[in-house]
Each structure stands twice: as structure tokens, then as C-alpha cells.
């Protein structure tokens, strides 16, 4: 497989590795709801660090990832601090922030992805798939890196989103009208989509002009372009009339035996008269629940860089300081990426999350069906807690507001086809309105108008597209979505082959966590209630013990020590388990032999001795 070759590349291909594992402290005041380490998080802290602090409870479990990376225009700012001890990086950080002068920010920027891409697919979990947005800046970069962390049957598709509602008039050459979203997944020849809902525009397509029992359906032809051996006879039409074969250059696409079967069971349409060329009708009630996701996404359904900064302007339009984010992801784009690949309790890490449109997403998609979807974000930036936070605590609990929420009913675009079709869409847009209480009886009826969902509904046409919206004047408060988070800094560096000398002693839930994934690579499960004291948690092979507290002088004491009486209650509570396996035991010290642990099926790691010396 081709590599991408950059400069400084040998120094973060295996970065990752020495990024010191840094444990989540909560911030209670900060979140919403009782501290909940396995729930919602929002993250201050470098994500490179952030992402290893993830590793020993969330490795293997994240389902989707969302990130929107800097997209390296030039004028962003970003900076490059990995600390990489290598000379040329050292070199590299006296130049920062990274901007268009700079002739090596490519390189930087690939240097900035890698290690933080290794660390993602490390957390997806095997039916992940991981999205990201870019712009022409980077994106053929970030294939090839991709390619490389993923492999190259990694990738699933480049989606184009059309992220623009006008042109930009004032551009040099072309208006750029559209990002990318890139796809790849752990697991790509077994991932697969979820299929999108059908919209209003699409079901109205279905029809039952004949009144047909089995429902509405739609026209499907009957001629192809593909070769085919059967495919060459001709059809007589219910008023005689004989057409001697499909159209010039084309084929039926199916047997003569198979197209009279399909007539005999009425799915042939014949126009209305007959005597039209045949057609095959597909039954809204056979197709499938949904669509195959498309490729290009237009802001009409996903929203616009317009969108995206109105809405947060509105959320964030009054109460606490804060600094309105400048570029912005629209709620609803993120919305049809969790639709796509995510189903309804899925894990969803975004570790460039900005102004939290990915958890404003994951909350408002569990508001609408019911699901248990989680998010965990995380932010570098200085507004970590007064942007990206806030925004959530305002999307739980509902935020001041007084302005005009609109959602679209209805949206087609309008062909000469289709204007011929005037009066079915006419009782369409009608449909809609009974539906939503505004009918004439129902706007008489104050009842009525009290449980609407909108003030009113407004239909028009611009550009070529029909458009029915709902409006409704939000005064005093928007709703809030419920909810809760966790607000998270980084704690301490936990380096076991220094350990701060005793001098600092991580919390046991800390240092314990990450003991466990180093061991075993899995995340820590639940504790049961049963366990005796010093249990980390139970591994495919064996269970795992650390003798420890944060105490310098019990860490020197006896009582830190395997003893044999320790051994045996760990051995009997594993042989009451009845499940055969062995225990390993992390302690600073033991007054065990070799073989005395052989017989208890104990294996012994012995803690840094930095970890309780005398300092």
C-alpha cells in the first residue's frame, strides 16, 4: 500500500506511546446531574491527552466519531504542541501558531493528525466508523493518512456537503460551495449504514391512481441499457396495440415469462388509457423502511454555515460570557451523521468539539426517539467551560430566547414533471396543514390553537424548490432537551516508571483503570458487589487485583504486602466463581514464594518502588 511521506513523521509515528496516561478529574459544578464518569462528558484538556486518558474505559466501545479538525486554510491560528522531544519539533513550536507563511503547515498538520487518529480508531469499537470534515486545504491528505491508520479497505465514502445557500459573490476565482466528510470504519466490509427515512417529497412520489389493494406505488421502467439475452420480444397492450420490442439500444429488463407472470398480478401500469408503453410498478409497501444515504448532502437537508451560526448565536444570545465560535457545524448536519451511523445507543466522541454541535446532536436525537445515545467531547480551548459547555448545559435545560424556530414539512424540488402534478401537490401541502390543526374548524377552535406545534405554516417556491414550513415564536425560554453531563479536567500524569517519586499519589480509581488496560488491553468493567477489597476487574483470562491507597505511609506498611492470608481469599473467591482463572495482583510488595503463588494460581506485579520510598 502507497504511504504518505512527511516531515517529522518518524518522530509521531508511535507518539502515542508516550503520552502519559492522565486521568479524568470531575468538576461537579460544571456538569448537570449526579458525576458520572461512564456517561456524558465534556473534556478541557489537549485531546491528544484527553484521547489516552479515554483509553482504560472507553477502548473498543466508541461507535461513532465526529471530528472537525482544523481544516489548515492559513488564518485559523492553530498551533502545533505536541512536545515531541525531537529537535526539529522543538524547532517547529518557536514558529507557531501556524499560519500561511508558514511552507511547512502541511506537514504539521499531518504531524498534528496522526497520533490522534492512531488513538481514535483505537477507541472505535469494531461496528465504529469515524467521520471528519474538510475542505480541498487537507483532504487528500487526510485520504492518505487515513488510508494508512485504517488500511485502505478502511475507507467508505467522501461525502460532499453543500454547505452553502447562496454563492459567494465576492470570490476571486470560484465560489467553494461545499466541504468534505470523510468515512472510514473499523470494520469496513462489514459496516453498514442505517437507511435515511423517506421524506414527505419522496412518499408523495407514491401514487394508487387504479386503486390498486396493495397500496401506492411508483413507476419503475420497464427498459434498461444493460444487455440482456432475454430481453428482446415483443408486447401486445391490453388495447391490442403491439410494440414490437423495447426502444432502440435498449433491453427489457426482464424475461418475457416473468413479464406476463407481472401482468397477470397487476403490476404492469399501462397509463391511464391502457394503451401506453408498460411501465413496472413498485409497491410502497415492498420497498425498503428507508433510503440508501447519498453521497452529496445539500444544506436544504443538512443545513448551511448560515444555519449553524444562527442557531448558536440563538442559544448563546444571553446569560453567561462567552465567544461565538467561527465556524460552526449545523445541528443538523451531525444529526443525519448519527442517523447514518450511529444506532440509538451509541457512543459518540467528538475530540474537536468546539461549540458542541455533536453533543446538541446526540441530545436532540434521543429528545426525538427515545434512545440512550452518549456523547463525550472534548476541548482544548480556554472555552471549554464558557462555549462548548455552556451550550450544553443551555440544550439540557433550555435557554433564553425570543425569536422565530422553523421546520421544514415539506421539500421538492420542482421539474416540468412534477409541475404537471400541480393539484397532487396542492392536496399535499393541504394534508400537512389538517395534519398540523390548520384547518378552518381548528383555527376557530382555541383548544386547537393552544396544542399546535406551530403559529402557522408558510409554503412557497425559491429557487425551483417547493418548501413547506412550520413556524413557531419562541418567547421567553426554548425547551430544554434533558439530560445530563459530566465536566471533566485532565489530572496528574500517571507515569509508572516514575510515579512522582511519592510525592503525588494518584487516586486508586486512577491508577487502577489504567494498571488494568496496560495489563490485559480491555477496558474496566464494573465492579461486582461481591468483590472483596483491592478488586480491579475481571479480564478474558483472569481477574486483577491492586493493593493500593494514595497514602504514602500505607504504601510502606505490611499491610501493602501479598500475603499468604490475602492469597488465600483471593484464591477462594475465585474458586466460589466457579470460572477457573487465575488472579494477577499489583502490590508494592510480597512475603510470598514463587512457588507459593504458583499454588494460590497468583501471578505478582510488583508497583514502582518510586510509587512508596521515602521521599
Excluded at 182 to 191: F, H
Excluded at 223 to 233: E, I, Q, T, V
Excluded at 289 to 304: F, K, R
Excluded at 474 to 493: D, N
Amino acid at each position: 500500500m502507497p504511504e504518505i511521506v512527511f516531515k517529522g513523521k518518524e518522530y509521531v509515528y508511535n507518539h502515542h506511546l508516550t503520552v502519559p496516561y492522565r486521568p479524568l478529574v470531575a468538576v461537579p459544578d460544571k456538569g448537570i446531574g449526579a458525576p458520572d464518569l461512564g456517561g456524558n462528558l465534556v473534556i478541557h484538556g489537549d485531546n491528544l491527552h484527553a484521547l489516552k486518558s479515554l483509553l482504560p474505559r472507553h477502548a473498543g466501545q466508541v461507535d461513532l466519531v465526529f471530528i472537525d479538525p482544523p481544516y489548515n486554510t492559513g488564518n485559523e491560528g492553530w498551533c502545533y504542541s505536541d512536545g515531541v522531544n525531537s529537535p526539529i519539533m522543538r524547532e517547529w513550536l518557536s514558529s507557531n501558531p501556524v499560519d500561511a507563511e508558514d511552507m511547512l503547515r502541511h506537514d504539521k498538520w499531518l504531524c498534528m493528525m496522526w497520533p490522534r487518529l492512531v488513538l481514535l480508531r483505537e477507541l472505535l469499537s469494531e461496528r465504529g466508523s469515524l467521520w471528519m470534515t474538510l475542505d480541498d486545504n487537507e483532504v487528500h491528505r487526510a485520504r492518505m493518512v487515513l488510508d494508512e491508520v485504517f488500511g485502505d479497505d478502511g475507507f467508505v465514502a467522501s461525502c460532499i456537503w453543500h454547505k452553502m445557500d447562496s454563492p459567494k459573490n465576492t470570490a476571486r476565482q470560484f465560489s467553494v460551495d461545499h466541504d468534505y466528510l470523510l468515512v472510514y470504519a473499523k470494520q469496513a466490509s462489514e459496516w453498514t449504514p442505517r437507511l435515511l427515512p423517506r421524506s414527505e417529497g419522496m412518499l408523495a412520489r407514491y401514487q394508487n391512481p387504479d386503486g390498486d389493494p396493495r397500496g401506492p406505488w411508483l413507476l419503475s421502467d420497464l427498459d434498461a441499457r444493460n444487455p440482456y439475452s432475454k430481453g428482446l420480444y415483443s408486447i401486445t397492450t391490453p388495447k391490442g396495440r403491439v410494440i414490437e420490442g423495447p426502444p432502440k439500444g435498449k433491453y427489457w429488463r426482464i424475461s418475457k415469462e416473468k413479464f406476463d407472470e407481472m401482468h397477470a398480478d397487476n403490476r404492469i401500469w399501462w397509463g391511464a388509457d391502457g394503451n401506453a408503453a408498460p411501465n413496472i410498478k413498485r409497491f410502497l409497501s415492498e420497498v425498503k423502511e428507508g433510503v440508501v444515504p447519498q453521497t452529496i448532502w445539500h444544506w436544504e437537508d443538512v443545513g448551511s454555515t448560515r444555519n449553524a451560526k444562527t442557531e448558536l448565536l440563538n442559544v448563546m444570545a444571553s446569560g453567561a460570557e462567552h465567544e461565538v465560535f467561527v465556524t460552526p457545524k449545523p445541528v443538523s448536519l451531525v444529526e443525519r451523521v448519527l442517523e447514518i451511523g450511529a444506532d440509538d445507543d451509541a457512543l459518540v466522541l467528538d475530540s474537536f468539539a468546539g461549540s458542541g454541535t455533536t453533543a446538541h446532536a446526540v441530545l436532540k436525537a434521543n429528545a426525538k426517539d427515545g434512545g440512550t445515545r452518549r456523547f463525550i467531547l472534548v476541548e482544548g480551548e480556554a472555552y471549554a467551560d464558557s462555549l462548548t459547555a455552556e451550550r450544553v448545559r443551555r440544550a439540557i435545560g433550555g435557554y433564553a430566547w425570543v425569536g422565530t424556530q422553523r421546520e421544514t414539512l415539506l421539500e421538492q424540488k420542482l421539474t416540468f414533471t412534477q409541475f404537471r402534478k400541480s393539484a397532487e401537490w396542492l392536496e399535499q401541502i393541504r394534508a400537512i396543514e389538517l395534519r398540523e390543526g390548520f384547518a378552518e374548524a381548528d383555527l376557530a377552535d382555541a383548544a386547537s390553537t393552544a396544542t399546535r406545534r406551530f403559529d402557522k405554516i408558510t409554503t412557497g417556491i425559491d429557487d425551483g424548490v417547493l418548501r413547506v414550513v412550520g413556524e413557531r415564536r419562541i418567547a421567553e425560554r426554548a425547551p430544554g432537551l434533558g439530560g445530563s453531563f459530566t465536566f471533566c479536567t485532565l489530572g496528574e500524569p500517571v507515569e509508572l516508571e516514575k510515579l512522582l517519586a511519592g510525592e503525588r499519589l494518584p487516586a486508586f480509581d486512577a491508577l487502577g483503570a489504567w494498571l488494568f488496560y496496560t495489563a490485559t488491553g480491555a477496558t474496566l468493567p464494573p465492579i461486582p458487589q461481591d468483590a472483596p477489597r483491592w478488586y480491579l476487574g475481571e479480564a478474558q483470562d483472569r481477574h486483577v487485583w491492586l493493593v493500593y491507597e494514595p497514602d504514602l505511609g500505607f504504601l510502606k506498611s505490611p499491610e501493602a504486602a501479598l500475603t499468604l492470608t490475602l492469597a488465600r481469599t483471593l484464591q477462594a473467591w475465585g474458586t466460589a466463581r466457579g470460572d477457573g482463572k487465575g488472579h494477577l495482583v499489583f502490590a508494592p510488595a510480597k512475603y510470598l514464594s514463587n512457588r507459593q503463588l504458583l499454588d494460590h494460581g497468583l501471578v505478582y506485579a510488583p508497583l514502582p518502588f518510586a510509587l512508596y520510598r521515602e521521599s
